[in-house]
């Protein structure tokens, strides 16, 4: 017995170093498969039930409206970095000097004059004297920029992923029932299937897509806009998103910036800041179209599998962290009820 146990444990381990690789990739394929796959029928009902060129044709629409705005936003947080790095190397970055109401803030308002001052006059030496601690954040920077193009390159390949799975949709669901009913019982197995499929369309649509529709919207805006670092932008506009935290308070500063920086004219200006209070509120609409019947799972829940899987995946992990976590929430509160009475499952 314990011989077979290791073998079949050894060539689980074995199977696992092998497909680690690829799990991101193919996890988040797999959660756009079951969130896209009505509408890839829908596809395909017009296509006369051809599978293979409704997943083309919904591959190719999700590249174009989502993926490539999505590299572009995330590329300009690469170009600000390099230009950042240029004006340093070359000492013609300016630090306009710091308003006196700085040293007016509590606690800390003196100091973060004196840093500031030193900055606006002498920032070479300022730079020369941080220089270790600055060496580490650059490095903290550039492994963060080499994931989110990984994260990039994944999420393209994902969609091609999502398209083949949503060609083999009705084989792939009678195979995911047959598991699930192997590790169960027929009852439980059909039951996990629907939980899990409910929460990836709730979450992904209702929490993730709406975050996601949101900060694409508002970094299209700023980027026509021209403002700088959009990608920064973009970054916290989505999680802020994700956590339910009205987006205005990114696009806000933003309008401000706008305003002051006067590169526009005054009905420029005002167009632009009615376009990003829309795009700040724009969830308020989103909302109600992709929420459906709700998410189960609580947004600490989503929040915290949002922010971990950034942490661990980058931008990618993000989307699958929030997704993973909500589902296994909901599998685990219904195996707590279960057979409780008056505890709906």
């Known amino acids: 017995m314990f011989i077979k146990f290791g073998l079949i444990l050894g060539l689980a381990s074995f199977c696992f ?3 680690s690789p690829f799990m991101n990739m193919m996890l988040w394929g797999l959660i756009l498969a079951v969130t896209l ?7 395909a009902a017009r296509l006369g039930g051809k599978q293979g060129r409704a997943s083309t044709l919904l591959v190719l629409l999700g590249i174009v409206l989502i993926v490539v705005p999505t590299i572009a936003m995330v590329s300009s947080l690469g170009d600000s970095v390099s230009s950042l790095v240029h004006k340093v190397e070359n000492n013609t970055l300016t630090i306009p000097a710091p308003s006196d109401s700085i040293a007016a803030i509590p606690l800390v308002g003196e100091k973060l004059h004196a840093f500031w001052l030193k900055a606006s006059v002498d920032l070479p030496s300022l730079i020369k004297s941080y220089q270790p601690q ?3 954040i650059a490095k903290q920077v550039v492994g963060m920029l080499a994931s989110m193009g990984g994260g990039l390159l994944g999420f393209v390949a994902s969609f091609i992923v999502a398209g083949i799975i949503m060609a083999w949709g009705a084989p792939g669901a009678v195979s995911a029932t047959r598991i699930a009913i192997r590790f169960t019982d027929e009852n439980k197995g059909i039951a996990l299937i629907k939980l899990c499929s409910s929460t990836i369309r709730a979450v992904a649509q209702g929490v993730i897509g709406v975050a996601f529709i949101q900060a694409l919207l508002a970094g299209i805006i700023m980027s026509l806009a021209g403002i700088p670092a959009v990608g920064i932008f973009f970054v916290l506009a ?3 998103g994700i956590a339910q935290v009205p987006v205005i308070l990114v696009t806000g500063p ?4 706008m305003w002051m920086a006067g590169d526009h004219g005054t009905v420029v200006n005002i167009v632009y800041t009615v376009l990003l209070v829309i795009a700040g509120m724009a969830d308020n609409v989103l909302k109600p179209l992709l929420l459906g019947r709700g998410v189960d799972a609580p947004m600490p829940v989503v929040l915290l599998g949002a922010l971990g899987g950034m942490a661990t995946n980058g931008i990618l992990g993000m ?3 929030a997704t993973m976590l909500s589902i296994g929430y909901r599998i685990f509160m219904a195996w707590v009820n279960e057979g409780q009475p008056g505890v709906k499952q």
């Not at 796959?37 to 596809?43: A, E």
């Not at 933003?254 to 910036?257: E, G, L, P, Q």
């Open 37 to 43: 796959y009505p509408l890839h029928q829908r596809f």
């Open 17 to 19: 170093t092998v497909f």
């Open 319 to 321: 989307f699958i962290g």
């Open 254 to 257: 933003v309008i401000a910036y």
């Open 134 to 136: 600055l060496g580490d």
């Open 238 to 240: 989505l999680i802020l």
